[in-house]
Each structure stands twice: as structure tokens, then as C-alpha cells.
T-cell receptor, first 115, second 113 residues
Framework: DTEVTQTPKHLVMGMTNKKSLKCEQH?????MYWYKQKAKKPPELMFV???????INESVPSRFSPECPNSSLLNLHLHALQPEDSALYLC??????????????FGQGTRLTVV | SQQGEEDPQALSIQEGENATMNCSYK?????LQWYRQNSGRGLVHLIL?????REKHSGRLRVTLDTSKKSSSLLITASRAADTASYFC?????????????FGKGITLSVRP
């Protein structure tokens, strides 16, 4: 199974809502990532988890709150977002450096619209 | 921040022709990877080349790496309409314990049937 599954595929939320994005993989990868991608732009790294611990936070606003409950799951909790946060949110996983080839496997993304 | 810079930014070719895309980067790398993204969907890993390698092949893909020039090229031979997509190079720097892919701006490839 080389899939990374993201839910939901589409999400529309108001600026006062609280919602969560979910990501799941069963490849035994111990590194998981959240990326944000605006239209016609490259993905931008938000967070990296390694062995279920947050190892990189790319100065992301606190209205985005990541969580890694176990080695297969990664969540991104959203609260009080702004319209400019509308984007494609991509989850990815990989083996930890030194333990594998290094390529990342991406989910299909959640298309988020903040109204 | 973006490290890779692909060129050209857009490429339109006829089916059956070869497509060559270039990527330049700024800092030292552990490896360089190429990904494909179909419109609005997730990225698919194509090929990875390590900093001590100069060339790799995978099917119709050929990637080269010149660390002295900090550049890489991706060649897709005998292109097909299904190759129409955005292509990104991504670099993995030496720093840190974790892989931290940084993507270039991307190249939009259109293959005309």
C-alpha cells in the first residue's frame, strides 16, 4: 500500500469555524509533512513530524495546529482562518533520513476555501 | 523559501517529441528529486538523484545532476499527451536530521496530441 489518504477532499469553512484535516498512511513511514499550495505556486512546507514529534514548524500562524496521534495519522486543526488561507493542503510521508531513499509520497490534498 | 528554479516555466511540445526541463538550486544538497502534479491533485514522485550521482534513468525519464553548477535536468523521451502536467524539482539539503524538501516554482508541460 503506497497511498497517503487525505480527508476531506474539499472543505468550505467560515472564519469562525473549527475544522480538521486528516491524513493517513500505512507504509511504516515515520516522517510526515504538511504542505500548503496556492494556485500556480509550488508547495510550501508547513510542518514536519518525525517519530510522532514535531521537528519543524516553518513559522506557521497558530491558527494552524498540527497533531500526530500515532505513526499512521496526521491531523491539521484549523481555527479562525482567514480567506487568504484558502489553498490546497497536501500531506506527505517518507522514511526518516538515513533509513530510506528519501522520496516523499503525497496525498491528493484537501482543497480548502475560507469564506 | 524556494531553492530550485526550473526553466523554462512553460513548455509546449508535440506528442512523440522529447521534453527537457532544467532546475538550478542555490545551496548544498543531499539529493534532488523531480515530481509531477496533475492539475489540482497531489504530487507524484518521479525520480531521485543523490549528490554523488551524475545521471539516472527510469523508463522514459533521464535526470542529470551537476553539483558544480548546482543544476539538474529532466528529460522525458517520446512524450505522450498523458505527460501534460506541472513538474517540480525539489531539493533536500544536508542540514538537519529530517528530510525537508524545498520545491522550485515548477514547469508547466503541455503535450499536444
Amino acid at each position: 500500500d503506497t497511498e497517503v489518504t487525505q480527508t476531506p477532499k474539499h472543505l468550505v469553512m467560515g472564519m469562525t469555524n473549527k475544522k480538521s484535516l486528516k491524513c493517513e498512511q500505512h507504509m511504516g513511514h515515520r516522517a510526515m509533512y504538511w504542505y500548503k499550495q496556492k494556485a500556480k505556486k509550488p508547495p510550501e512546507l508547513m510542518f514536519v513530524y518525525s517519530y510522532e514529534k514535531l521537528s519543524i514548524n516553518e513559522s506557521v500562524p497558530s491558527r494552524f495546529s498540527p497533531e500526530c496521534p500515532n505513526s499512521s495519522l496526521l491531523n491539521l486543526h484549523l481555527h479562525a482562518l482567514q480567506p487568504e488561507d484558502s489553498a490546497l493542503y497536501l500531506c506527505a510521508s517518507s522514511q526518516v533520513r538515513g533509513q530510506g531513499r528519501g522520496e516523499a509520497f503525497f496525498g491528493q490534498g484537501t482543497r480548502l476555501t475560507v469564506v | 523559501s524556494q531553492q530550485g528554479e526550473e526553466d523554462p516555466q512553460a513548455l509546449s511540445i508535440q506528442e512523440g517529441e522529447n521534453a527537457t526541463m532544467n532546475c538550478s538550486y542555490k545551496t548544498s544538497i543531499n539529493n534532488l528529486q523531480w515530481y509531477r502534479q496533475n492539475s489540482g491533485r497531489g504530487l507524484v514522485h518521479l525520480i531521485l538523484i543523490r549528490s554523488n550521482e551524475r545521471e539516472k534513468h527510469s523508463g522514459r525519464l533521464r535526470v542529470t545532476l551537476d553539483t558544480s553548477k548546482k543544476s539538474s535536468s529532466l528529460l522525458i523521451t517520446a512524450s505522450r499527451a498523458a505527460d501534460t502536467a506541472s513538474y517540480f524539482c525539489a531539493t533536500d539539503p544536508f542540514s538537519g536530521a529530517n528530510s525537508k524538501l524545498t520545491f522550485g516554482k515548477g514547469i508547466t508541460l503541455s503535450v499536444r496530441p
